[in-house]
């Protein structure tokens, strides 16, 4: 998708579809004539920031906000299009196509309207992207359409104890699930995956990896087995672990037993299960959070160490020693104000890596607003970092 470049474009144009692929924008010439007027009448602004804004107190307004939820639409269309897209590939398979997602996520354009409130610090599109993505889920959820995870993600995630019910629930046998779980018990001690990601994208461990569970089960249970037994097995479980955790919603009204006395609405087991996919997905959520933390850790050290050496001792000086510029002026034997200069410029040059970063990595637009949240977060990162 290559990106809009003037705001009239940016407020009056739409994602165009092509085989599930961006094809092209295509423009809405009543939202294009509007836009011209506005920019016509105030050239001087040129952020997306101020037309965003300009359009949210419009919608606003009964009479104009029609117009301006069609523009801000238009202005959404790209944090839509890259939330649907990564929530779409990070789930292990579903029905859904990512101008489905797209669609299910735009759909949502009311609710991220009603619900920011410029004066908390969001831009518009910081705002919208998660109720998009929770929107994507939350669909996909109720329509059943979620394997949140790789079948070997899953199998890394589950409990003896719920792998145990799930086969017990799959109806095996009591010595097929002793040597399913001894399987699994290898599968889990050898397949430790090294690479970052998370449990949805877990791929099928490599052929060292089999052989050694092969071997562990053998010496184990006496009993030879070939991988691809094993890998049926572990296949079987997975599938008898996602059923177990998700299963098929059947009619609240279908009566047991022969006498029709009961139904299954008399026989709920109300909170006794709580939605364990829920906390899966709670559980990557966390793992995504703490990851990106991490990279934003790195990428800073790593934006520090490529300092001018005299630019790492003054800022290392001034968060670490809490030394004011004129101290260190003296201690390095330089001007205060060159001090000043080389402070500014070391933090321009770490708050560009972490813009990058997130242009790069998050696809989020830098906006004045967005790198006026990012310098104070950086500043108290270096605060902490340097132990003050």
Not at 164 to 188: C, M, P, T, V
Not at 196 to 222: C, F, H, M, V
Not at 346 to 356: D, F, G, T
Request: charged share 20%; glycine share 4%.
């Amino acid at each position: 998708m290559h990106p809009r470049q003037s705001i009239i474009e940016i407020f009056s144009t739409f994602v165009q579809f092509d085989a599930d692929r961006f094809s092209h924008w295509a423009t809405e010439s009543r939202l294009r004539s509007s836009m011209q007027g506005c920019v016509k009448r105030t050239p001087q602004e040129t952020s997306e920031s101020f037309w965003a804004l300009y359009w949210y107190k419009f919608w606003q307004l009964p009479e104009s906000q029609s117009l301006a939820k069609q523009h801000l639409a238009a202005y959404l269309q790209e944090t839509c299009y890259w939330v649907s897209q990564k929530t779409v590939n990070g789930f292990a398979s579903t029905q859904f196509q990512l101008s489905d997602c797209f669609q299910v996520a735009i759909a949502q354009i009311d609710r991220v309207l009603k619900g920011f409130n410029p004066s908390q610090g969001f831009t518009l599109k910081n705002y919208a992207g998660p109720l998009f993505a929770s929107a994507i889920r939350e669909t996909l959820r109720q329509r059943h359409e979620v394997d949140i995870c790789t079948d070997w993600g899953l199998l890394r995630k589950i409990s003896q104890k719920r792998l145990q019910e799930a086969l017990q629930s799959a109806g095996l046998s009591a010595d097929d699930i002793r040597a399913y779980i001894l399987a699994w018990n290898g599968f889990k001690t050898f397949y430790v995956p090294t690479n970052a990601g998370t449990s949805r994208k877990l791929s099928r461990p490599d052929d060292r990896i089999w052989e050694a569970i092969a071997t562990a089960y053998t010496a184990q249970s006496n009993q030879q087995i070939s991988i691809p037994t094993l890998e049926k097995w572990l296949l079987t479980a997975a599938k008898a672990a996602r059923k177990y955790l998700y299963p098929t919603p059947e009619s609240l009204n279908v009566a047991q037993g022969g006498d029709n006395s009961w139904e299954l609405l008399d026989n709920l087991p109300g909170n006794q299960q709580p939605s364990l996919i829920e906390e899966i997905i709670s559980q990557e959520e966390e793992q995504t959070r703490t990851s990106q933390q991490s990279e934003i850790n790195q990428i800073l050290v790593t934006a520090i160490a490529q300092l001018e050496p005299e630019a790492q001792q003054i800022v290392q000086l001034y968060y670490a020693q809490g030394l004011n510029q004129d101290k260190i002026a003296k201690q390095l034997e330089m001007k205060q104000y060159t001090v000043s200069r080389r402070l500014t410029k070391a933090r321009e040059n770490l708050l560009k890596s972490l813009a990058n970063w997130s242009q790069e990595t998050l696809h989020i637009s830098i906006t004045p607003d967005l790198l006026k949240s990012m310098s104070t977060l950086m500043e108290e990162w270096l605060q902490s970092y340097y132990g003050v």
